[in-house]
């Protein structure tokens, strides 16, 4: 269990550390994406991004 927990700590790092890169790509502004303000600060729910992404990720996976 300590794995994923890593795994998945790294994979929202580097996500995170990629963002405006993945953004001019057009990541992050799929329809489905969630983009909104509130308390003074901008908050972003890339549902279909998340999506998009993991389903790259299983395909990349399937073929290595």
């Not at 700590?9 to 995170?16: D, G, H, K, T």
């Not at 489905?32 to 996976?61: C, E, Q, V, Y």
């Amino acid at each position: 269990m300590l794995k994923w927990l890593l795994v998945t700590v790294l994979a929202l790092v580097m996500f995170s550390g990629l963002r405006p890169w993945l953004a001019r790509l057009g990541i992050g502004r799929l329809p489905g994406d969630l983009n909104f303000s509130a308390f003074g600060r901008r908050w972003s729910i890339p549902l279909a991004s998340t999506i998009l992404l993991s389903l790259l990720a299983a395909a990349i996976a399937k073929l290595v």
